[in-house]
């Protein structure tokens, strides 16, 4: 977190690091709808020591999507207000994954009601919903059922906007190191640059069998690509691309 946590000539955090995904979150299939049963002795060798060192340098953490020993973390109490909050960082912002809430109406939890999904997350430690708008939605029919309260909402409210005004957003915004930058900075000569290097260092070989690589224009006409990611094109781009990556044309402007 050594770069995470850096401020600008004016004290200003120049980022908010969140740690994620809070834990046992181990696999893409079936995710959401997953519950594991872990032993106090796993959970505290395997699972929560990295988030427990890290946390107090970071800003807080987001809720993965799996359920641990019964509960969607979204909705642990153990913990998120155990653990998180009340042992390592009181001050800590939870916010959820993507469609967290939601999910909660499907297993593990099977939820009655996106009231009871709302007022469960809310009570047992998240403070952001990601993704949805359930708390948008039905956290207030929540209040008006008892099955949560105001306090609640404040408190989850004030972890969520203490970050906001530590980086200095309710302040003169001249203040902030990051006002130099304007459009003169989007894709300006240097980023490409630096965009080209990351790609390169990016780049693996697994394995250059009999030295084919670098390929040579004397003695190479055609290169066929081969695989499912040969005719894919939203798949190149990753699923956390920009949406505007591919002006005017999306996907299609994508040659397989």
């Known amino acids: 977190l050594r770069y995470a946590t850096q401020v600008d000539t004016k004290g200003y955090p120049k980022v908010l690091a969140y740690l994620k995904h809070f834990t046992a979150y181990s696999r893409e299939e079936t995710r959401g709808f997953d519950t594991y049963n872990i032993s106090l002795h796993d959970l505290f060798d395997t699972y929560l020591p990295q988030f427990e060192h890290a946390i107090p340098k970071a800003t807080g953490v987001m809720c993965s999507y799996n359920g641990v020993n019964g509960s969607p973390v979204c909705a642990n109490d153990y ?7 009340r042992k390592w960082k009181p001050d800590a912002h939870v916010t959820t994954d993507c469609g967290a809430i939601q999910n909660m109406l499907n297993p593990p939890l099977r939820a009655p009601s996106l009231e009871h999904a ?3 997350a809310l009570n047992n430690g998240s403070d952001l919903e990601m993704g ?8 207030l029919s929540a209040i008006q059922h008892n099955l949560t309260t105001k306090h ?16 200095g957003r309710f302040d ?10 304007d459009e003169r900075h989007i894709y300006s000569a240097r980023h490409r640059a630096i ?3 990351a790609a390169l260092q990016g780049l693996v070989l697994l394995k250059n069998q009999d030295s084919i690589l670098p390929l040579q224009a ?11 990611l040969s005719q894919t094109r939203a798949g190149l781009m990753s699923d956390y691309e920009n949406d505007q990556s591919c002006f005017g044309g999306g996907h299609d402007s994508i040659l397989p």
Do not use: C
């Open 79 to 85: 913990l998120l207000n155990d653990k998180v909050l």
């Open 118 to 120: 709302a007022a469960w």
């Open 172 to 181: 003169d915004p001249s203040l902030s190191d990051w006002s130099v930058f």
């Open 218 to 228: 004397k003695t190479t006409s055609v290169v066929a690509v081969l695989g499912p």
């Open 132 to 139: 949805t708008t359930v708390w948008g939605d039905h956290l």
């Open 195 to 197: 965009q080209l290097d």
């Open 152 to 167: 609640a909402v404040d408190t989850a409210f004030r972890r969520s906007y203490l970050p906001h005004f530590r980086v």
